[in-house]
T-cell receptor, first 118, second 115 residues
Framework: AQKVTQAQTEISVVEKEDVTLDCVYE???????LFWYKQPPSGELVFLIR??????QNEISGRYSWNFQKSTSSFNFTITASQVVDSAVYFC???????????????FGTGTRLQVTL | GAGVSQSPRYKVAKRGQDVALRCDPI?????LFWYQQALGQGPEFLTY????????KSGLPSDRFFAERPEGSVSTLKIQRTQQEDSAVYLC?????????????FGPGTRLTVL
């Protein structure tokens, strides 16, 4: 069975600080996909990034960066120079390669609430 | 075109009432998912459609929950004889192909409160 753990329930930082959100996953599959979604107060989940299990290259997109390490089953997310608009709940999710008749459903962690203040 | 839309956005029901929640996926998206998000938790999978076929309903918590997508587009999640534990946000998502690597596009959710 697949499982995603986000141990940090809530993080508060002051604007311009860097912050890292942790994600640890469990899966028995060798082919899987990891996602990060942002859920602002409006409630709609917004896709941020997808990685497949064969690509451990770290990725940077503006102030966002992701560190994928299969050896520790982690897929951490760093926001550099945080801004108030980054305040939201962030979810890490896992999708396993689907089998016949099953869905490629997402398994989410419990989320990390990030509060960025001035 | 437009994103995933859901209606109503908020629903208050008395215990024992039946409710119907609607999802309009992105046009052309083959796959449609329903998730349940309890307060302070991550979304949890309920059911999955590929076109009009319901291929996976393993996440439906009881036989009071029923979903349909008769024409492979709009979907309805119905909850019969609602209970207080059904209070949650119900999220709908759609994707092009439903493959594991496909991005799922989420709607704003329907917040259901059962009194």
């Amino acid at each position: 069975a697949q499982k995603v753990t986000q141990a940090q329930t809530e993080i508060s930082v002051v604007e311009k600080e860097d912050v890292t959100l942790d994600c640890v996953y469990e899966t028995r599959d060798t082919t899987y996909y990891l996602f990060w979604y942002k859920q602002p107060p409006s409630g709609e989940l917004v896709f941020l990034i997808r990685r497949n299990s064969f690509d451990e290259q770290n990725e940077i997109s503006g102030r966002y960066s992701w560190n994928f390490q299969k050896s520790t089953s982690s897929f951490n997310f760093t926001i550099t120079a945080s801004q108030v608009v980054d305040s939201a709940v962030y979810f890490c999710a896992l999708s396993e390669a689907e089998g016949a008749g099953t869905a490629s459903k997402l398994t989410f962690g419990t989320g990390t609430r990030l509060q960025v203040t001035l | 075109g437009a994103g995933v839309s859901q209606s109503p956005r908020y629903k208050v029901a008395k215990r024992g009432q039946d409710v119907a929640l609607r999802c309009d996926p992105i046009s052309g998206h083959v796959s449609l998912f329903w998730y349940q998000q309890a307060l302070g938790q991550g979304p949890e999978f309920l059911t999955y459609f590929q076109n009009e076929a319901q291929l996976d309903k393993s996440g439906l918590p009881s036989d009071r929950f029923f979903a349909e997508r008769p024409e492979g587009s709009v979907s309805t999640l119905k909850i019969q004889r609602t209970q207080q534990e059904d209070s949650a946000v119900y999220l709908c998502a759609s994707s092009w192909g439903g493959r594991a690597y496909d991005e799922q596009f989420f709607g704003p959710g329907t917040r259901l409160t059962v009194l």
